[in-house]
């Protein structure tokens, strides 16, 4: 194995970001170079003391945080928070004392903007919130795309529902703005939407088995999930939970679990489909000028190997 690939996982943490960054940690193929910090699943603040606090548990106090926006690019206050799905600690409703730690000074888009500079075309961000700190570091520095590595996000539902509403993913939702200003970057994108992360669940005999184990991060985690389970059974009717972040999270550790497919993705801003992700691609030649053309394009995830991808998860949380 060469050398690992340094990330930097811009996150809401949320009890599936807890695991990606976890299975992260536990991960040769990556080094967490940091974390940068953005509202979705709980406010920025409380995603900045989330994010120092899951650090000092995995007793990685070495990696910095980096705060993110408490706004969105269109500098929106409001926002939707899905404390209903992770909590209103945004970690199970377990109350943790809060971190001895604090951020860095440097926002997030700074940090990002530095590190892209620091090693040109070396570091992977992987994206698990909307996508605000990411259009802000290109706003900062317009060559951001060509000089970050990749960028793998979590988000969209592509030719699918969504899980906000019919139309729309939750990280999208959170800023539909940023969303297409990323996506139309020119940056080396993969994006990863629930049509692929709904394939990957988290049953409920796979928590037994993590609850068994005498894996750390496996013991923190199973504190953590009765309240995202009981989230996914009260909105699917299922026994289990979907993997949407330590998925995505796979995808920078092992991209052959997943394939994809190219094309041009822009994402709508306004109306009752606001955050509809919709791809083109690229085959037909339209007689019209369309909003879709002259677009760079990015990758977006069509399958996933989820049995292997549970596995990968599940060795690397138990063996903790
Ligand atoms: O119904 C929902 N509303 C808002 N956020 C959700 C919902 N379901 C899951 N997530 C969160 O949004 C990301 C994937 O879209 C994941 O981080 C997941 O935890």
Same mark, same amino acid.
């Given at each position: ?107 997030? $888009? %700074? ?9 040109? =075309?070396? !570091?992977? #961000?992987?994206?698990? @919130? ?120 796979? $995808? %920078? ?9 190219? =094309?041009? !993705?822009? #994402?709508?801003?306004? @109306? ?49």
């Amino acid at each position: 194995m060469g050398e690992p690939k340094k990330i930097i996982i811009d996150t809401d943490p949320g009890i599936d970001d807890a695991m990606a960054i976890f299975l992260a940690l536990q991960s040769p193929e990556v080094e967490v170079i940091g974390l940068t910090t953005i509202y979705g699943n709980v406010y920025t603040t409380l995603a900045t003391r989330n994010a120092l606090h899951l650090l000092e548990v995995a007793g990685r106090t070495d990696i910095p945080v980096a705060e993110g926006s408490h706004v969105t690019l269109m500098k929106g206050t409001k926002l939707r928070i899905a404390d209903f799905v992770h909590g209103t600690d945004g970690l199970g409703n377990q109350n943790f004392p809060p971190p001895k730690g604090k951020s860095i000074e440097e926002s997030a $888009a %700074a940090f990002l903007v530095r590190h892209a500079n620091s090693y040109p =075309g070396k !570091v992977t #961000v992987v994206a698990l @919130g909307p996508l605000t700190n990411i259009a802000l570091a290109i706003q900062l520095d317009p060559k951001f795309p060509k000089k970050i590595g990749q960028i793998i996000i979590l988000g969209g539902a592509f030719a699918v529902n969504g899980n906000v509403n019919p139309s729309t993913e939750a990280n999208i939702f959170g800023d539909p703005d940023a969303a297409d200003f990323v996506f139309t970057s020119g940056a080396d994108i993969l994006a990863v939407g629930i049509n692929v992360t709904h394939q990957v669940v988290l049953t409920d005999a796979d928590r037994y088995k993590l609850a068994q184990s005498k894996g750390k991060f496996a013991q923190y985690l199973c504190k953590i999930l009765d309240v995202y389970f009981s989230y996914h059974h009260d909105a699917y009717n299922i026994k289990g939970v979907y993997l949407h972040d330590p998925t995505t999270l796979i $995808a %920078a550790v092992n991209p052959s679990l997943l394939t994809y497919t190219t =094309g041009v !993705v822009r #994402v709508q801003t306004s @109306g009752i489909t606001r955050g509809l992700t919709i791809f083109y691609n690229t085959k037909k030649r339209f007689a019209e000028v369309t909003e879709w053309c002259d677009k760079p394009t990015v990758k977006v995830a069509v399958t996933v190997d989820a049995p292997a991808v549970v596995d990968l998860i599940m060795e690397r949380l138990i063996n903790s």
